[in-house]
T-cell receptor, first 109, second 116 residues
Framework: QKEVEQNSGPLSVPEGAIASLNCTYSDRGSQSFFWYRQYSGKSPELIMFIYSNGDKEDGRFTAQLNKASQYVSLLIRDSQPSDSATYLCAVTGDYKLSFGAGTTVTVRA | GAVVSQHPSWVICKSGTSVKIECRSLDFQATTMFWYRQFPKQSLMLMATSNEGSKATYEQGVEKDKFLINHASLTLSTLTVTSAHPEDSSFYIC????????????FGPGTRLTVT
């Protein structure tokens, strides 16, 4: 499987702050990039995906992709306690997803 | 739309027995289904990929005789853990992709397996 590395956590941020999550991948042929949120004991749920270089915004979430640097990030603005979860970066260039180990985010009230 | 269910949501079995987990796409036809395993504090590891009517493709290191996958229809895939052992205790998650969605996968809620 392709290697996907995420910044080690846990990441603790105060409520209302910005949480910044990073992900690098090894396969330069990767074409699609996903961010999933996983609550403890639950399966992953898709937050957003990005295919093209640049930024993509969806509500409080912004994904950034830089294919030249093989880097994708996720920003969570105005962090809420409900954002406390593990965030998984996933990459694919064919039909299979390769997941990073995840970064656990805790939002302090 | 794009809802995937799994049954059971949790199961406890004795060592040496077999357990079957079902994965269903409820409102779409799944051209491909995927089975993942997740151990505590670890990420999802792909076990196998299955297409309807075809044999599953297993990832390296996954025993195909132990983890039997059947994809009998475009809405149903099953994973049978044969002769289960305590080290097989894990969170098993299926996902499905639909025709036209090349890369996006829709995840089921997962099945927690405990082998005693």
């Amino acid at each position: 499987q392709k290697e996907v590395e995420q910044n080690s956590g846990p990441l603790s941020v105060p409520e209302g702050a910005i949480a910044s999550l990073n992900c690098t991948y090894s396969d330069r042929g990767s074409q699609s990039f996903f961010w999933y949120r996983q609550y403890s004991g639950k399966s992953p749920e898709l937050i957003m995906f990005i295919y093209s270089n640049g930024d993509k915004e969806d509500g409080r979430f912004t994904a950034q992709l830089n294919k030249a640097s093989q880097y994708v990030s996720l920003l969570i603005r105005d962090s809420q306690p409900s954002d406390s979860a593990t965030y998984l970066c996933a990459v694919t260039g064919d039909y299979k997803l390769s997941f990073g180990a995840g970064t656990t985010v805790t939002v302090r009230a | 739309g794009a809802v995937v269910s799994q049954h059971p949501s949790w199961v406890i079995c004795k060592s040496g027995t077999s357990v079957k987990i079902e994965c269903r796409s409820l409102d779409f036809q799944a051209t491909t289904m995927f089975w993942y395993r997740q151990f505590p504090k670890q990420s999802l590891m792909l076990m196998a990929t299955s297409n309807e009517g075809s044999k599953a493709t297993y990832e390296q290191g996954v025993e195909k005789d132990k983890f039997l996958i059947n994809h009998a229809s475009l809405t149903l895939s099953t994973l049978t853990v044969t002769s289960a052992h305590p080290e097989d205790s894990s969170f098993y998650i299926c996902s499905a992709s639909r025709q036209g969605d090349t890369y996006e996968q829709y995840f089921g809620p997962g099945t927690r397996l405990t082998v005693t």
